[in-house]
């Protein structure tokens, strides 16, 4: 009970912590934490919404959550690592406690927080979809519990399995492809129906007859059955629990003792580009060799690129067939891929982060700044109209609009400078630290992820508003105005990057210090 009482202490104590950093960073916290009780208090409506249906429908649908949940259990935390602490056991590895002690421990901790806690009451709202009678009602919660550690247990086993490979390069790389496999594979169900391959129920019990057998299957199906058959279900969901929890604590004994090879030494090579050869020497030269530098050697800025492309095609599959056809579709897809490419731009200073003093010494004027701003943009266009091209043309022939490739293309530069625009200014009002070793898909240092959020978020938002001079007239079939969409989007780019350059100068300091967060 000290352990976890300890470790569980430790929790709070780091989430209480962004309550005593800066405002930007209690700010966040307070979002992510309103964020959280919204999530839980509609999952849970939600799924006792589930009771209306019909009896076997229920069931095959709580089957299906529980197994998404165990499996969202487990492949969450592997994007959130480096994030959250106590998800690296080599953190935690000068504890003088026994390896059975510290796996209680952090047991503990993976259940101390809002985001479990909201987890476990959507899980409960189970009990509402299919419980019967007070034997029912103690078998649900006996079988909720169960699911509960099940997912806590599972995550803890793959994070602590691959948290040696999770700190090299490679390993990065190798979770941001499976992470986008898995985008795909999420898709299958949507695209079957788009395409008539079957029906929406006959699929539901389809899965439901597969996942029937896992352990959360069983768990959900004793929820359902009751009785000594529930019990039995729940016996074998308990064994399944104990065997993860042992191989944790073995994942975790080696881990703790495995020497961390990830940073091992890197050779410095001086190679000339197209680049150097287009542009002359100076400040957005080198801003521009550098950003694409980072581009092709940085996990994080591949896997949006790469995420970027694969979800528009995605969207395109869907559309296609028996979808929606025309002109409009290519222009939409395509405009979605733009906002999507210049998502990652909307905190361009964090992934220099401590080195970004370099750049603060070298920028002696609010001119200098968007300069800096300017380099980082260009790279940017270098990469993504090329991709934008390519969805244009992609989407055009898939969706049966190749006569609106050409518009799509032009719509696609114009949200690309909305966006380029809208990134800069959330560059300097809302930075935040992207730690070096932390994967793909982290987006800030511990305690900032609301500001990363805030940040997505409000990029995001803008962008769509200021494109909305661009779409709402294609609505009305006026797709003349995409011709309008370049000059557009380059006049917002160079709006909001003096906007910023005008804000950026005067906060550099401020900038400098929350790109540089200890982590």
């Known amino acids: 009970m000290t352990t976890v009482r300890l470790f569980a202490e430790l929790k709070l104590r780091l989430l209480a912590g962004n309550l005593r950093g800066d405002l930007e960073r209690k700010l966040g916290f307070v979002f992510t934490l309103v964020v959280a009780v919204l999530a839980a208090g509609a999952g849970f409506f939600l799924m006792g919404l589930i009771r209306l249906a019909p009896p076997d429908v229920a069931a095959d649908l709580v089957i299906v959550l529980f197994t998404l949940f165990l499996l969202a259990w487990t492949t969450l935390p592997l994007m959130a690592f480096g994030l959250d602490d106590t998800l690296d056991p080599a953190r935690l590895a000068l504890f003088p406690l026994p390896t059975s002690r510290l796996a209680v421990g952090m047991f503990t901790a993976s259940a101390t927080g809002v985001w479990p806690a909201a987890s476990l009451i959507v899980t409960v709202g189970a009990l509402v979809a299919l419980a019967s009678g007070i034997g029912g009602f103690l078998i649900g919660t006996l079988a909720v519990l169960l699911q509960f550690a099940l997912c806590l247990v599972a995550s803890r086993l793959v994070t602590t399995s691959l948290s040696g490979a999770l700190r090299s390069r490679r390993g990065r790389d190798v979770l941001a492809v499976a992470a986008i496999g898995a985008v795909?594979?999420?898709?299958?169900?949507?695209?079957?129906?788009?395409?008539?391959?079957?029906?929406?129920?006959?699929?539901?019990?389809?899965?439901?007859?597969?996942l029937r057998w896992t352990p959360s299957g069983l768990a959900a199906h004793a929820i359902a059955d009751g009785g000594w058959a529930g019990l039995a279900e729940l016996a074998a969901v308990a064994l399944v629990?104990?065997?993860?929890?042992?191989?944790?604590?073995?994942?975790?004994?080696?881990?703790?003792?495995?020497?961390?090879?990830?940073?091992?030494?890197?050779?410095?090579?001086?190679d000339s580009g197209l680049v150097d050869r287009l542009l002359p020497d100076g400040p957005l030269a080198a801003v521009v060799t550098k950003e694409l530098k980072y581009m092709r050697r940085e996990p994080r800025y591949r896997v949006v690129w790469?995420?970027?492309?694969?979800?528009?095609?995605?969207?395109?599959?869907?559309?296609?067939?028996?979808?929606?056809?025309?002109?409009?579709?290519?222009?939409?897809l395509t405009a979605f891929g733009g906002l999507l490419v210049t998502m990652q731009?909307?905190?361009?200073?964090?992934?220099?982060?401590?080195?970004?003093?370099?750049?603060?010494?070298?920028?002696?004027?609010?001119?200098?700044?968007?300069v800096d701003l300017a380099g980082r943009h260009l790279a940017g266009a270098i990469v993504g109209i090329p991709i934008l091209v390519a969805v244009a043309v992609v989407t055009g022939v898939l969706t049966g609009g190749a006569g609106g490739i050409v518009w799509a293309v032009l719509t696609g530069l114009g949200v690309l400078g909305i966006g380029l625009g809208v990134g800069a200014v959330t560059s300097v009002v809302i930075p935040y630290t992207v730690p070096e070793r932390l994967n793909a898909f982290t987006g800030a240092a511990p305690g900032q992820g609301g500001q990363a959020f805030a940040s997505s978020m409000g990029a995001m938002a803008g962008v769509v508003l200021l494109s909305l001079p661009l779409l709402v007239p294609m609505l009305f079939g006026l797709l003349w105005v995409c011709a309008l969409a370049p000059f557009y989007g380059l006049a917002a780019e160079v709006l909001g990057r003096r906007l910023a350059a005008r804000i950026g100068f005067a906060r550099m300091p401020e900038i400098l210090a929350a790109v540089s967060k200890p982590v």
């Open 184 to 210: 795909l594979l999420f898709q299958l169900p949507n695209l079957l129906l788009n395409r008539d391959m079957g029906d929406p129920v006959a699929l539901l019990h389809g899965a439901a007859q597969v």
């Open 306 to 332: 790469f995420s970027a492309v694969v979800l528009t095609a995605v969207l395109a599959i869907s559309f296609g067939g028996d979808g929606p056809s025309g002109p409009a579709v290519p222009i939409a």
């Open 345 to 370: 731009l909307c905190n361009a200073f964090g992934i220099d982060g401590r080195s970004l003093w370099m750049n603060a010494v070298a920028i002696g004027s609010e001119r200098g700044l968007s």
């Open 241 to 270: 629990v104990v065997a993860a929890a042992w191989l944790w604590i073995k994942s975790l004994n080696r881990a703790l003792v495995t020497t961390d090879a990830s940073n091992p030494a890197a050779s410095v090579r001086r």
